[in-house]
C-alpha cells in the first residue's frame, strides 16, 4: 500500500519492494483520482460503472513490462498495478498487487471502492493457488534471504 505524493518514504519502500521483485524502477505519479478498473479486476465482483474514486491517490505512470494496471486515468498513470503467477523475476510463484491508496479500504469508501478490494483478494488468491513443488520453495526462500541480506547492506551503506 502506498500513498498520495505526501507520503514519499512510504511510496518509496512500495517502489523498491517492486524493483526487487520485478527487476524493474517504475516512476511515481500523482494521477487523477477518478479511474477505469481494467480487467480481470473488473470481476468477479461487478463494479457498477467501472470506475472508483479515489480520495487521494498516487500511483506509478507504467506498469512495467510484465505489470498490468489495475486502475488507470487514462493519461498520466494509474493507482493500482498488478503482477500475476510467472510475472515476478525474482519471485515466480509469486503474485503482487500494489495500490497507491489505503482510504479506498476504509469502511466509508465508496461501494465500487469495497468491490474493487474484493475483487484483488480473488486475483491474488487465483495467481497463488498452485504450491510450488519444494526445489521451487528452497529457491525462493535463498532468493528472499539474499534481497534481504542486499537491502541490509544497503541501509549500512547509506548510513
Request: negative net charge; glycine residues 12%; hydrophobic residues 40%.
Amino acid at each position: 500500500m502506498g500513498e498520495n505524493s505526501g507520503f514519499t518514504t512510504r511510496n518509496n519502500s512500495v517502489l523498491q519492494l517492486i524493483a526487487d521483485a520485478t527487476g524493474e524502477t517504475l516512476s511515481f505519479v500523482s494521477p487523477d483520482d477518478h479511474q477505469q478498473v481494467i480487467a480481470p479486476f473488473t470481476g468477479p465482483n461487478s463494479i457498477a460503472d467501472g470506475f472508483v474514486d479515489y480520495s487521494a491517490s498516487g500511483g506509478v505512470s507504467s506498469p512495467g513490462a510484465a505489470g498490468q494496471f489495475i486502475t488507470t486515468d487514462g493519461s498520466i498513470g494509474g493507482t493500482g498495478v498488478a503482477w500475476g503467477a510467472g510475472d515476478l523475476v525474482n519471485a515466480p510463484a509469486g503474485a503482487l498487487t500494489a495500490i497507491f491508496d489505503v482510504n479506498f479500504m476504509q469502511t466509508g469508501a465508496e461501494a465500487d471502492s469495497q468491490t474493487l478490494l474484493r475483487n484483488l483478494i480473488s486475483f491474488v488468491q487465483t495467481e497463488t493457488t498452485a504450491t510450488p513443488e519444494p526445489a521451487s520453495m528452497m529457491m525462493i526462500g535463498v532468493a528472499l534471504a539474499g534481497l534481504a541480506a542486499a537491502r541490509r547492506r544497503r541501509n549500512t551503506k547509506a548510513d
